[in-house]
């Protein structure tokens, strides 16, 4: 029989009754496990290092230590941890999402069916416990390996992976040279300089014992979206882009990237109608 992991959660924030709603709706979900909640916010860093949690649902603004530096001490602990803020002033959120880039947030007063959608999304986000790539499109594109930003050497293999991305899988090699040397002849000395991307990329993965995410064939190279976690996907398999991070940027880095951002921005338009 297949046990289901259950999301080691923490909860922290010095509002009484904001704790009690959370307390009660993680301890009604099957899928979470509370393994404490806390006022004190030196005291929930003090019982995560021995605890290790999956998942921390923090308030922005506490006396003793906000909530910010609280979520970059828990993911110096654990990399991968979920991290969802709450707070009743916007401003602190966005913050919280710039500098950590926050999983997801509540914006306070909040209501049930907040609460409902903050549980199924750390359910969703529970896939990145056993997922060890996360790729971020909007906005700047990066690639991250438990939850640490991959740097490349090589900066034409890492569009090369992103023009994967974009494309939702296997990207001939005459379509990716196109893209990645717009204008030049389609000759050997171009496609020398493909297959030292792809070269590049399969080293870069083995070395983060990741390999699985990317591998090639004669004349493609393709992306596994069933190993990673990308934020444009989520969107693409359904998830409301309105509780994304999207806001109007893909991929900025690549002029490629620019029909992918209008449909992207047009979808977020029409949802609003």
Not at 9 to 32: H, K, N
Request: hydrophobic content about 40%.
């Amino acid at each position: 029989m297949v046990i289901a992991m259950r999301i080691k959660t923490i909860i922290v924030d010095d509002e009484p009754w904001s704790l009690r709603q959370f307390r009660d709706a993680c301890i009604s979900s099957t899928d979470i496990d509370l393994l404490g909640e806390f006022g004190s916010a030196r005291k929930a860093l003090l019982y995560a290092q021995d605890h290790l949690p999956d998942c921390a649902l923090l308030d922005v603004r506490m006396p003793d230590m906000d909530g910010i530096e609280l979520g970059e001490r828990l993911r110096e602990i654990n990399p991968g941890i979920i991290l969802i803020y709450i707070s009743g002033y916007e401003e602190f959120l966005k913050a919280a999402i710039i500098k950590l880039r926050a999983d997801y947030f509540l914006l306070k007063p909040f209501n049930v069916m907040d609460v409902a959608q903050m549980l199924d999304r750390i359910k969703y986000l529970s896939g990145r416990l056993r997922k060890r790539v996360e790729v971020q499109t909007f906005g700047e594109f990066d690639i991250f390996v438990d939850g640490k930003l991959l740097e490349f050497t090589n900066q034409k293999a890492k569009e090369l992976f992103a023009i994967c991305i974009d494309r939702g899988g296997e990207v001939t090699m005459q379509k990716s040279i196109s893209l990645l040397w717009e204008g030049r002849s389609y000759d050997d000395k171009v496609k020398c300089l493909y297959r030292k991307a792809v070269i590049y990329l399969n080293s870069v993965f083995r070395e983060y014992g990741v390999a699985d995410v990317f591998s090639n064939r004669r004349g493609s190279c393709h992306v596994n979206r069933g190993e990673i976690l990308c934020d444009y996907y989520e969107v693409l398999d359904g998830r409301d882009i309105h509780d994304t991070l999207f806001d109007g940027r893909y991929m900025t880095d690549y002029s490629w990237g620019e029909e992918t951002c209008g449909k992207l921005c047009r979808m977020a338009s029409k949802n609003l109608i």
